[in-house]
């Protein structure tokens, strides 16, 4: 699936691998999975998209962001858009596609394989524009979910679909390694084993 000699990209769509990871049991950790992909050939880019929201004096994504920021990850972030829908319900929109799907594009013309951390069908599209530039593209998601978060069409579209529940051992954090907040913070989630 990777050759060592490629220059592989990271696109990561920040809410999609958090509710993934989420759901399968596990949280990510981010210093693994650059590690991990580093080995795999020539990473030359790991980008992270999320919507914040402004009007918070804390968010909890904020020391996230921080610490990928300083540590290897381009993060690529926007408000939170709030709106009333018809029946007078508050919701809260921070979709980054646009985003992750220009910055790979302008980015393809300087690597071999790209590899996008999402499910969103969507995303199909622009598996098949990078394709048709002769890159290779993996889709890391899930199909160990019920309903599975992968979408069908992007999951035959791409070139290899990796199944996150079996990068578990490998890109999970240690939940030992959380903090005490965390830790109580975090409701008891039954943990999947990787197959």
């Known amino acids: 699936m990777f050759d060592p000699r490629e220059k592989i990209a990271l696109f990561i769509d920040g809410a999609n ?10 949280d990510i950790d981010y210093k693994r999975l650059l590690s991990v992909f580093g080995e795999k050939g020539y990473l030359l880019r790991a980008y992270y998209y999320t919507a914040l929201a402004e009007d ?8 996230l962001i921080d610490w990928l ?16 829908d018809q029946s007078g319900r ?8 646009i985003e992750l799907v220009i910055d790979a594009m302008e980015l393809a013309d300087q690597v071999d394989h790209i590899v996008l951390f999402s499910g969103d069908g969507d995303f199909r599209r622009l598996a098949e524009a990078l394709q048709r530039k002769g890159k290779k593209v993996s889709v890391v998601s899930t199909l160990q979910t019920q309903p599975p978060m992968i979408a069908d ?3 035959r579209q791409s070139d290899h679909f990796i199944e996150l529940a079996d990068l578990q051992a490998q890109i999970g954090r ?3 390694e ?4 965390e830790r109580e913070r975090a409701p008891e989630r039954p943990v999947h084993p990787a197959v």
């Open 17 to 26: 691998l958090y509710s993934a990871a989420r759901s399968l049991g596990f």
């Open 56 to 63: 918070q004096e804390f968010s909890t994504l904020r020391p």
């Open 69 to 84: 920021d300083y540590n290897g990850y381009s993060v690529v972030t926007k408000p939170l858009k709030e709106f009333y």
């Open 90 to 97: 508050r919701k809260v929109k921070g979709n980054m596609d």
């Open 153 to 155: 069409d992007l999951r």
């Open 174 to 176: 240690d939940p030992s």
């Open 178 to 181: 959380r903090t005490p907040r």
